[in-house]
């Protein structure tokens, strides 16, 4: 029998769907195991909010029928920053590339980590700016041709597990699109937990990225992906390399802490009795 | 009853902490922002106020953040405000233009110092009254406040929210830095005598939400995220659905226009000039901010001394007051424009009445015009 409709479709925005993505591009799966996290998870979708910056990526918060924003370019966190704040009852999600996040909006992602929100932080890192037509950005590996490093890269490219840990995230893990399961995984793991969560999922930019650095096929950089990783949860972030010869994947950080908006509640209610208790109504002077 | 919120009352106190209390008064809960001169007394005041009365101050790690904090908490049903000033404001730009266009109401505060760049961080200025219109890219329009006195900081910031509100917009009140850091007499009104305006909520059910439909007045009402209504928002051109319509010129146009036109026209409602002596005058004194307040004081001098001067102050900077400009100009033979600037708000004019006749006296990197100075402007050509 076929099934007329597609299992996840239900997840899907009316008349958003066909999506922008080019046959080949790794989106599609972080799109369907987010879906299929969210599905497992049983979570009132009601209450998750997906933000998403600008670039291939970026269209994923128009994809999912769930409250969505689509921000400027880089600013996918500091918008999820200011909602979450003011409404811990949401589960947000940010969604977005590797030049969206690290590059334009990498002060944001170090802050926000920082501070500790309660947020999960997906990055498709796909090595380059898809969307524009393949710039290198501040993934892209040591000596690969983009069409804006032309005789090769000499910028040393952001370890992203090894930023996110140092930064403050209470987890962190790495997977390539090949791992579908994994992924879904981890997201449920990245959703439950309180506190700032990053996913970095690699994904193959076959029309951009692949067929200018030894992969003129989608399979080709889909083999590599699947060939070179290797699962190493809990290596030293600083170890955890992203290589021709070999990606380290796995979960590498999984710790607790102080989260920012249980400790603004808390210190919100203290103000507030003390308050009541000395009948005042403020300490600001005036 | 005693409010948190609201501290009725009689005080004297600064701009910037008027400005913050009026904020608080007007219902804001979330403030976001950085610290720069001469803006940081209404952050530090809101540091201080917000956790008293439910909401939340965030200091976040530069203005570009700062504004999309806001359109966030904007988004989720709070009233958001941010306070920066002029390199702080250019770095807003962008985001500003994505409030425009998702049609978040959200307040910014611009304490004005002179530029360009880091400029002199502690003098005041009206250097940013056009970067206020224009400073982000596409068509737009924008609300802008100006105060001339602590008391009228209060009050427009509270209409600043209203306005933001009631229109969808991010309104700007645009406080020179001596108004800033002026102290005067601030009267904060019991909560019963304060209008507050809260944003439009859908009627309709979920299912049926288009959130970007306007009503008969252009401004769609607005869900909230996380009531069920799954709706989205993006800053690329959208249909009334809310999906992104990246080829068609209809939909660009469409757009463009009702979101420029919710704006010019309710210019009536949204305008507010103040007038003095403009009746038989042959003079009229045009200014805003503290330039008003030596503006006033010099009109008046000038009745004494036999000169038909009048007053009209710009306490609505944006949109642009021309029919109220238009209203004088065949009755007066000359206009003087006094600002803070080196010829801002004098090309607005210029638009509307004979640039000729027009004398322009600008003010760069001191205390703002003395009346005495206004009033050689003013007496200029008299006969």
């Given at each position: 029998?076929?099934?007329?409709?597609?299992?996840?479709?239900?997840?899907?925005?009316?008349?958003?769907?066909?999506?922008?993505?080019?046959?080949?591009?790794?989106?599609?799966?972080?799109?369907?195991?987010?879906?299929?996290?969210?599905?497992?998870?049983?979570?009132?979708?009601?209450?998750?909010?997906?933000?998403?910056?600008?670039?291939?990526?970026?269209?994923?918060?128009?994809?999912?029928?769930?409250?969505?924003?689509?921000?400027?370019?880089?600013?996918?966190?500091?918008?999820?920053?200011?909602?979450?704040?003011?409404?811990?009852?949401?589960?947000?999600?940010?969604?977005?590339?590797?030049?969206?996040?690290?590059?334009?909006?990498?002060?944001?992602?170090?802050?926000?980590?920082?501070?500790?929100?309660?947020?999960?932080?997906?990055?498709?890192?796909?090595?380059?700016?898809?969307m524009t037509g393949g710039q290198s950005g501040p993934t892209t590996i040591l000596q690969d041709r983009t069409t804006t490093t032309p005789y090769g890269n000499i910028e040393h490219p952001f370890n992203l597990v090894h930023l996110a840990a140092a930064s403050g995230a209470v987890y962190v893990a790495r997977w390539t699109?090949?791992?579908?399961?994994?992924?879904?995984?981890?997201?449920?793991?990245?959703?439950?937990?309180?506190?700032?969560?990053?996913?970095?999922?690699?994904?193959?930019?076959?029309?951009?990225?692949?067929?200018?650095?030894?992969?003129?096929?989608?399979?080709?950089?889909?083999?590599?992906?699947?060939?070179?990783?290797?699962?190493?949860?809990f290596t030293d972030p600083l170890k955890a390399e992203v290589g021709l010869d070999k990606i380290v994947v796995g979960e590498f950080v999984d710790i607790d802490k102080p989260e920012y908006t249980d400790l603004l509640r808390r210190q919100m209610m203290s103000i507030q009795e003390r308050l009541d208790q000395e009948g005042?109504?403020?300490?600001?002077?005036? | 009853?005693?409010?948190?919120?609201?501290?009725?009352?009689?005080?004297?106190?600064?701009?910037?902490?008027?400005?913050?209390?009026?904020?608080?008064?007007?219902?804001?809960?979330?403030?976001?922002?950085?610290?720069?001169?001469?803006?940081?007394?209404?952050?530090?005041?809101?540091?201080?106020?917000?956790?008293?009365?439910?909401?939340?101050?965030?200091?976040?790690?530069?203005?570009?953040?700062?504004?999309?904090?806001?359109?966030?908490?904007?988004?989720?049903?709070?009233?958001?405000?941010?306070?920066?000033?002029?390199?702080?404001?250019?770095?807003?730009?962008?985001?500003?233009?994505?409030?425009?266009?998702?049609?978040?109401?959200?307040?910014?505060?611009?304490?004005?110092?002179?530029?360009?760049?880091?400029?002199?961080?502690?003098?005041?200025?009206?250097?940013?009254?056009?970067?206020?219109?224009?400073?982000?890219?596409?068509?737009?329009?924008?609300?802008?406040?100006?105060?001339s006195s602590v008391q009228e900081t209060f009050d427009l910031t509270v209409r600043a929210f209203n306005l933001a509100e009631r229109y969808r917009i991010p309104v700007f009140v645009m406080i020179d830095e001596l108004i800033g850091h002026m102290r005067e007499r601030l009267i904060i009104p019991s909560p019963n005598e304060?209008?507050?305006?809260?944003?439009?909520?859908?009627?309709?059910?979920?299912?049926?939400?288009?959130?970007?439909?306007?009503?008969?007045?252009?401004?769609?009402?607005?869900?909230?995220?996380?009531?069920?209504?799954?709706?989205?928002?993006?800053?690329?051109?959208?249909?009334?659905?809310?999906?992104?319509?990246?080829?068609?010129?209809?939909?660009?146009?469409?757009?463009?226009?009702?979101?420029?036109?919710?704006?010019?026209?309710?210019?009536?409602?949204?305008?507010?000039?103040?007038?003095?002596?403009?009746?038989?005058?042959?003079?009229?004194?045009?200014?805003?901010?503290?330039?008003?307040?030596?503006?006033?004081?010099?009109?008046?001098?000038?009745?004494?001394?036999?000169?038909?001067?009048?007053?009209?102050?710009?306490?609505?900077?944006?949109?642009?007051?021309?029919?109220?400009?238009?209203?004088?100009?065949?009755?007066?033979?000359?206009?003087?424009?006094?600002?803070?600037?080196?010829?801002?708000?004098?090309?607005?004019?210029?638009?509307?009445?004979?640039?000729?006749?027009?004398?322009?006296?600008?003010?760069?990197?001191?205390?703002?015009?003395?009346?005495?100075?206004?009033?050689?402007?003013?007496?200029?050509?008299?006969?």
């Amino acid at each position: 029998m076929i099934q007329e409709t597609h299992p996840l479709e239900k997840f899907t925005r009316k008349g958003m769907i066909p999506h922008i993505w080019c046959a080949g591009c790794g989106d599609g799966v972080i799109l369907s195991e987010f879906l299929r996290a969210l599905d497992e998870l049983k979570m009132n979708l009601d209450k998750v909010v997906v933000v998403s910056g600008i670039g291939c990526i970026g269209r994923i918060s128009g994809y999912v029928n769930l409250d969505g924003f689509h921000t400027t370019h880089g600013r996918a966190i500091a918008f999820a920053v200011g909602l979450k704040a003011t409404r811990p009852d949401l589960k947000v999600v940010v969604i977005s590339g590797d030049g969206d996040l690290f590059a334009i909006g990498g002060n944001h992602f170090i802050h926000a980590a920082r501070r500790n929100i309660d947020m999960t932080v997906i990055c498709s890192n796909n090595f380059n700016y898809g969307m524009t037509g393949g710039q290198s950005g501040p993934t892209t590996i040591l000596q690969d041709r983009t069409t804006t490093t032309p005789y090769g890269n000499i910028e040393h490219p952001f370890n992203l597990v090894h930023l996110a840990a140092a930064s403050g995230a209470v987890y962190v893990a790495r997977w390539t699109t090949m791992h579908v399961r994994r992924i879904r995984e981890s997201i449920k793991k990245a959703l439950t937990k309180k506190g700032f969560t990053f996913i970095e999922i690699i994904s193959p930019c076959p029309e951009q990225y692949g067929r200018r650095n030894r992969m003129p096929g989608p399979m080709d950089q889909f083999n590599w992906l699947r060939e070179k990783s290797v699962v190493q949860h809990f290596t030293d972030p600083l170890k955890a390399e992203v290589g021709l010869d070999k990606i380290v994947v796995g979960e590498f950080v999984d710790i607790d802490k102080p989260e920012y908006t249980d400790l603004l509640r808390r210190q919100m209610m203290s103000i507030q009795e003390r308050l009541d208790q000395e009948g005042k109504l403020t300490n600001a002077p005036i | 009853m005693l409010r948190r919120d609201v501290l009725g009352g009689e005080y004297f106190t600064q701009g910037d902490i008027a400005c913050a209390e009026g904020a608080i008064a007007a219902g804001c809960r979330f403030f976001a922002g950085y610290p720069i001169t001469p803006a940081t007394e209404v952050a530090e005041h809101m540091a201080r106020r917000l956790p008293e009365v439910g909401g939340v101050y965030l200091q976040m790690e530069d203005e570009i953040g700062s504004v999309a904090a806001i359109i966030g908490a904007s988004y989720g049903g709070v009233k958001s405000m941010t306070a920066t000033s002029g390199p702080g404001f250019s770095l807003m730009q962008e985001n500003i233009g994505l409030a425009v266009m998702t049609e978040a109401p959200i307040v910014i505060v611009d304490v004005m110092r002179g530029g360009p760049s880091t400029g002199q961080p502690t003098k005041g200025g009206q250097q940013d009254v056009m970067q206020a219109k224009w400073g982000s890219h596409g068509d737009y329009e924008i609300v802008a406040l100006a105060p001339s006195s602590v008391q009228e900081t209060f009050d427009l910031t509270v209409r600043a929210f209203n306005l933001a509100e009631r229109y969808r917009i991010p309104v700007f009140v645009m406080i020179d830095e001596l108004i800033g850091h002026m102290r005067e007499r601030l009267i904060i009104p019991s909560p019963n005598e304060l209008e507050i305006v809260d944003r439009k909520k859908p009627s309709t059910p979920p299912d049926q939400y288009s959130p970007f439909q306007p009503d008969e007045d252009l401004v769609p009402p607005m869900a909230v995220f996380g009531e069920g209504f799954r709706f989205y928002a993006t800053g690329l051109t959208h249909d009334e659905t809310g999906h992104p319509q990246t080829d068609s010129a209809e939909e660009q146009a469409k757009l463009v226009r009702r979101l420029c036109d919710k704006i010019r026209r309710n210019k009536k409602a949204i305008i507010q000039v103040k007038r003095r002596f403009l009746d038989d005058a042959n003079v009229c004194l045009i200014a805003y901010g503290s330039v008003a307040r030596s503006a006033i004081a010099a009109v008046t001098r000038a009745r004494q001394r036999g000169i038909k001067a009048g007053f009209l102050g710009l306490t609505t900077v944006w949109p642009f007051p021309e029919r109220e400009i238009e209203a004088i100009a065949d009755r007066v033979d000359r206009i003087v424009v006094a600002e803070m600037n080196y010829g801002q708000i004098v090309r607005e004019v210029e638009r509307r009445f004979d640039y000729r006749r027009i004398t322009f006296a600008p003010k760069l990197g001191e205390d703002p015009h003395t009346p005495e100075e206004l009033l050689t402007h003013l007496a200029r050509e008299e006969k």
